[in-house]
């Protein structure tokens, strides 16, 4: 499978989640404060430290999981730019504390949720003979279909 498509459909999956679950966020809890590109920006920062971590230490997986999740998922996932907009709407409005507290807290639970993916994924527990299989069962997906890495 060409190396565009896998991230422009990992991308695909990330923006729809996106928008479902900063929708979901914001109409359950309105207010000031962007609460939902908030908690997607601390989830997804999670999530690619958990995946990074998980298959650069402790699973072997082919070259197009990491751009399916890592590059398309989690690229369309997060939302630097929205965050960035958002901050400077706050400020417009006058709502200099939210739009610092955004920043502030953004920047630290972002890099705490990353430490905390990365911790997980070092601690996930596999089984070797559970590993040994999936290695094998990746090692013959890539064996019979050899343009997977295009």
Request: charge should be positive.
């Amino acid at each position: 499978m060409s190396k565009l498509i896998v991230v422009a459909l990992g991308g695909a999956i990330g923006a729809v989640a996106r928008y479902w679950l900063g929708g979901l966020i914001n109409s359950r809890l309105p207010m000031q404060f962007p609460l939902g590109t908030f908690i997607i920006n601390v989830t997804g920062s999670f999530i690619i430290g958990f995946f990074l971590t998980l298959v650069s230490q402790r699973i072997t997986v082919h070259p197009n999981w990491r751009l399916l999740i890592a590059v398309g998922f989690v690229g369309a996932y997060t939302t630097f730019s929205t965050f960035e907009f958002e901050t400077l709407k706050l400020i417009e409005e006058g709502s200099v504390v939210s739009a610092a507290l955004n920043v502030i807290l953004s920047f630290v639970l972002g890099f705490i949720a990353v430490w905390l993916g990365v911790t997980a994924a070092r601690r996930f527990y596999i089984p070797q003979e559970a590993a040994m299989r999936l290695q094998e069962m990746i090692a013959e997906l890539s064996r019979t279909n050899p343009k997977s890495g295009d």
